[in-house]
């Protein structure tokens, strides 16, 4: 069985020490724990405790994406949704981008407390990677842009954070699969049932929600490539580089 190692449980707890510390900077705890969270999400299989987790419970995390029905908070809340799916997790949104003096997109993810404590690091990490990659991508492509008009701008914005979604939920999907089959070759299946297991139990959950399907996003392919490979290039889902900056659960995205 892959075991994890005492480096890595010893850097997870100075990451998560540093993350709770007072004297330390905003932007000092925020990036602490989104690294803490990137390194507890790929080893969140192999490093599964098999009892804790039968005794887990399924619950609600809340976030909120900032901005009105010309933002990208839509297509934000689709790209993490994608991620979540990814893994084993259930992620829903209410639509309040109508809402008079404080227009949102409010993400709801369902899962096991043990993952959503390195998702929703994730999912913040997410939200701010595409927009900051929207915006190199608007800048090096600016005379596209400048040309098009609000509807295909739209377009071009959602197909980039889309495409970018996809790919970190590849990686975590990757990784997944990769723990899971490392597990059961070392004939240890019973990580990989509790896994799987978990991933059904999240399922049947969420049929009970009754949830509808929101309206289409309308998205540009090209942007939607460019974005997925911007996505793959961040690391986030796979690696534990290229975390930084301050994201909070209150994300403002245009």
Same mark, same amino acid.
């Given at each position: 069985m892959l075991i994890v190692s005492d480096k890595m449980r010893k850097q997870v707890r100075q990451l998560l020490a540093l993350a709770a510390d007072p004297g330390a900077s905003a932007s000092e705890r925020e990036v602490a724990l989104k690294r803490a969270s990137i390194l507890m999400a790929r080893h969140s299989i192999t490093s599964l405790d098999v009892e804790a987790a039968e005794r887990e419970r399924i619950e609600v995390r809340v976030f909120v994406l900032r901005g009105g029905r010309s933002t990208a908070s839509r297509a934000t809340h689709t790209a993490i949704e994608r991620v979540a799916d990814a893994a084993g997790l259930c992620a829903y949104f209410m639509d309040r981008r109508g809402l008079r003096g404080n227009p949102h997109v409010q993400v709801n993810v369902a899962g096991f407390g043990s993952d959503l404590d390195w998702f929703m690091p994730l999912a913040s990490a997410l939200a701010s990677y595409t927009a900051a990659g929207w915006v190199a991508w608007r800048r090096a492509n600016s005379e596209l842009y400048r040309r098009s008009d609000a509807s295909h701008r739209r377009q071009l914005r959602d197909g980039f954070i889309l495409g970018f979604g996809f790919a970190v939920a590849d990686a975590v999907r990757e990784s997944r699969?990769?723990?899971?089959?490392? *597990?059961?070759?070392?004939?240890?299946?019973?990580?990989a049932v509790v896994v799987r297991s978990r991933e059904a139990q999240v399922a049947e959950w969420a049929e009970h929600l009754g949830l509808a399907y929101g309206a289409p996003i309308t998205f540009n392919d *090209?942007?939607?490539r460019a974005g997925y490979t911007a996505g793959r290039a961040s690391g986030l889902g796979a690696r534990t580089t290229n975390v930084a900056g301050v994201v909070s659960p209150q994300i403002t995205v245009r």
């Open positions: 699969a990769t723990a899971l089959a490392q *597990d059961s070759a070392d004939d240890a299946p019973s990580r *090209d942007t939607r």
